[in-house]
């Protein structure tokens, strides 16, 4: 079956600091695979996502690339605020008769420091 | 708030009791989704909707049941409550053509339950 493991958190970090959070998936064929953020008691939204292999997605200075050889999909930002403190999830969309039901990782939560 | 309202925010319920969680979306999306957030789990789909009068069951649906009363809403209803659900559950929609999805998955605040 399809599934998504993340590094174990939780992560901390100091403002400024590089940010890096490993997620790598199992899928049958070629998945879309997602990056999601939750806010304190907040829902999750999309922070960005890839749909084919080589595919970089980006946003608000986050970035991830699609890695089909190493089926990765690594969360990076050179420079992490205070304000990105929250929980991050890496999805998978494995397509076919999926009817768009998402596979995720655990989860990390990131806690920046001033 | 991606066009989904939960109801309600809290809840604390004592085992056996029973209730149902809301949940409506304006966006016209044909697909929803329930799903519980657990610490170290990620989320897990309880149930989903690729359409009007259809759902199905999805990786945990034990102790749960769900009604598309329409288009917009999805509700979730636990009929005798246990403690093992105490959970965070949220709602989600998305577009969908056939079985595949097309786009992203919207997600409504969640409703933290605690069952005692």
């Known amino acids: 079956g399809n599934s998504v493991t993340q590094m174990e958190g939780p992560v901390t970090l100091s403002e400024e600091a590089f940010l890096t959070i490993n997620c790598t998936y199992t899928?049958?064929?070629?998945?879309?695979l997602f990056w999601y953020v939750q806010y304190p008691g907040e829902g999750l939204q999309l922070l960005l996502k890839?749909?084919?292999?080589?595919d970089k997605g980006s946003n608000k200075g986050f970035e991830a690339t699609y890695r089909k050889e190493t089926t990765s999909f690594h969360l990076e930002k050179g420079s992490v605020q205070v304000s990105d403190s929250a929980v991050y999830f890496c999805a998978l969309y494995a397509g076919g008769t999926s009817y768009g039901k998402l596979t995720f990782g655990q989860g990390t939560i990131l806690t920046v420091h001033p | 708030n991606a066009g989904v309202t939960q109801t309600p925010k809290f809840q604390v319920l004592k085992t056996g009791q029973s209730m149902t969680l809301q949940c409506a979306q304006d966006?016209?999306?044909?697909?929803m989704y329930w799903y519980r957030q657990d610490p170290g789990m990620g989320l897990r789909l309880i149930y989903y909707s690729a359409s009007e009068g259809t759902t199905d069951k999805g990786e945990v649906p034990n102790g749960y049941n769900v009604s598309r009363l329409n288009k917009r809403e999805f509700s979730l209803r636990l009929e005798s409550a246990a403690p093992s659900q105490t959970s965070v559950y949220f709602c989600a929609h998305g577009r969908t053509s056939g079985d595949l999805l097309l786009g992203e998955q919207y997600f409504g605040p969640g409703t933290r339950l605690t069952v005692t």
């Open positions: 899928a049958t064929g070629y998945p879309s």
């Open positions: 890839a749909t084919k292999a080589d």
């Open positions: 966006m016209n999306h044909n697909s």
